[in-house]
C-alpha cells in the first residue's frame, strides 16, 4: 500500500478513560461492556444493528485491563481506520459487520444499501480503504427505515 496521502489530526477538547475488557487497538471505535463498570471494548462482529452505544474513539491501543482514553465529544475531529473508501464530506457510521474492521468509520450510503447503522460523524479528508481518516464527531444518530 502507498503511503497515505491525506495525514489526519486529532483535535480533542476533553477526553474520557474506559477501562478496556480485553485488549483494544488505536483509532478504532468503542462500544461499552456490560459487565463492568466503564468498562469498554472493540464491537463484536456481526449486525451493525447489534451496537447501541458508543464510547468513544481509542486515543491510543490499551491491552487489557489497562485504561483507554476516549474522545468522544460532538465537535472532536478523531482518527478513524477506514472502512472501505471514504470522501470528504460522507456520513460515516460505526461498523461491525466486516470481520477484522469492527471499530472501524464507513461511509453510509442509504438504508437501503447499510441497514441500520449507528452514524457518529461526518468525514474531513479522503481516506482509501484501510488508512486512517479525520473525523467530525457528531451527535450519536441510529439510522434505521
Excluded at 50 to 60: D, I, Q, R, Y
Excluded at 66 to 74: G, H, I, M, N, Q
Excluded at 103 to 127: C, H, L, M, P, S
Aim: contains cysteine; negative net charge; glycine residues 14%.
Amino acid at each position: 500500500m502507498a503511503a497515505q496521502v491525506n495525514v489526519p489530526t486529532w483535535d480533542v477538547g476533553c477526553w474520557k478513560e474506559g477501562l478496556a475488557v480485553a485488549a483494544v487497538a488505536a483509532n478504532i471505535g468503542l462500544v461499552a461492556d456490560t459487565g463492568g463498570d466503564r468498562g469498554v471494548k472493540t464491537p463484536a462482529n456481526g449486525a451493525n444493528t447489534t451496537m447501541h452505544n458508543f464510547k468513544g474513539v481509542a486515543m491510543k491501543a490499551a491491552a487489557a485491563g489497562e485504561k483507554v482514553a476516549l474522545a468522544r465529544t460532538p465537535g472532536d475531529r478523531v482518527v478513524m481506520k477506514a472502512n472501505g473508501a471514504i470522501t470528504r464530506g460522507d456520513v460515516v457510521f460505526l461498523t461491525s459487520a466486516d470481520a477484522g474492521k469492527e471499530g472501524y468509520a464507513k461511509t453510509y450510503t442509504n438504508f437501503g444499501a447499510d441497514g441500520v447503522v449507528f452514524i457518529i460523524g461526518v468525514a474531513e479528508i479522503t481516506a482509501a480503504d484501510g488508512e486512517y481518516v479525520e473525523v467530525t464527531l457528531q451527535g450519536l444518530f441510529e439510522k434505521a427505515a
